[in-house]
């Protein structure tokens, strides 16, 4: 039997994205053998891929990629294939890629990264990204602490133009906690970016879909949505885990006091 390779399997009471990569061609074939199409979000990717110009480069942390619930397999399942390339890694030498060798030589590349020499994407033209050249839009993917990690290991990214988003919407990435209240996942960022670039402001909504889906499978089945760090209603991992510990030792003293009274 094949799996949806975004099919959402239920561990723990809650769901995890199935890491099985099959072209899409497999997924749409034999998805109805495996599972119900109510927790498929296979009808949420366009039904042809979108056929950007822009080249996308995606340098991932190696923990994003066992991560459950990434958003990159989503993007890679929206894009054109020869659009969207990702490279694995914390260093990234010129040993690791030709391809990025020469996004990082090319001067009309952009990195997609909050640094403190980012200018606004809306300063840059409206057009794509290497189509005609060796350029791309470089993106870092990991948490925050590892995209930081990974701007400050590799010098070679800091001498790239780099690009930031004053995006005013909120993300809709909802299962996982962001720092602030206009921190986007890396498909949102993407989307925003490429809206700009393509002039295709589309694009934003076409890509959501997939993760908006996503995350309300998480919803459904459980989970709670995560608070901004700097949001009223944030609640602290660790405080979050003591509530759990006492719900679960409340549970266990009902349970024993019932076997005394029997």
Known sequence: MFLCK?????????????????TRSIILLYFSYRRPTTVCICSCFPAVRLPIQTRIIVLQH????SRPLATVPLLQECVAE????????????????????????????LLLYPGKNAVDIASVPQKPIGYHDNAALIVIDGTWAQA???????????????????AESMSEYVVR???????????ESVAHALAWLEQRPDIVETLAC?????????????????????????????????????????????????????
């Open 6 to 22: 975004f099919s959402p399997l239920h561990h723990n009471g809650l769901v995890k994205v199935s890491r099985y990569m099959y």
């Open 62 to 65: 190696p923990n994003e990629e």
């Open 82 to 109: 020869d659009r969207c390339h990702v490279i694995k890694g914390k260093r990234f030498g010129p040993g690791k890629s030709e391809l990025l060798n020469k996004a990082l030589a090319s001067p009309n590349s």
């Open 148 to 166: 930081k990690g990974i701007f400050t290991q590799n010098p070679q990214l800091h001498e790239v133009r780099q690009i930031q988003l004053n």
């Open 177 to 187: 906690t962001q720092p602030t209240k206009g921190c986007l996942s890396t498909l």
């Open 210 to 262: 997939p993760l908006r889906a996503l995350c309300q499978h998480q919803l459904d089945r459980g989970a709670v949505v995560h608070h901004s760090r700097d949001d009223p209603d944030y609640i602290p991992r660790r405080l979050k885990l003591q509530e759990k510990l006492e719900r679960r030792s409340a549970k266990e003293e009902t349970g024993t006091s019932q076997e005394t009274v029997r």
